[in-house]
């Protein structure tokens, strides 16, 4: 059974950083694009970046480019999301998930993508 476990979430204050994990269990990482998504209340799931199987191909929200990473380890089957100098609308919960292809499509979109994790709350805040 494919699954998908976040972590690594928490209360940090402006400017400081994070990194996510998604574990993966039950299923081949490898031959899977993963993206990372995150809702703040009352808003929509919206999408924040996208790793393709191999890693070699990225793709990042406007508004996170520049101060989030991601990246993978498929001899460990985890997905990372670093992310630095953290502001207050970053605050929401996170969520991976993986895409049955290899590659990640032009625009991260929740349609694109099944098998979520449970989420993981980042909040920042002074």
């Known amino acids: 059974q494919l699954q998908l476990v976040e972590s690594g979430g928490g209360l940090v204050q402006p400017g400081g950083s994070l990194r996510l994990s998604c574990a993966a269990s039950?299923?081949?990482?490898?031959?899977?694009?993963i993206g990372w998504f995150r809702q703040a209340p009352g808003k929509e799931r919206e999408g924040v970046s996208c790793?393709?199987?191999?890693?070699?191909?990225?793709t990042y929200a406007d508004s996170v480019k520049g101060r989030f990473t991601i990246s993978r380890d498929n001899a460990k089957k985890v997905v990372y999301l670093q992310m630095n100098n953290l502001k207050p609308e970053d605050t929401a919960v996170y969520y991976c998930a993986a895409r049955g292809f290899s590659g990640c499509p032009s625009t991260v979109r929740k349609n694109y993508f099944g098998s979520w994790g449970q989420g993981t709350q980042v909040t920042v805040s002074s």
């Open positions: 790793i393709s199987s191999s890693g070699s191909s990225t």
């Open positions: 039950g299923f081949t990482l490898d031959y899977y694009a």
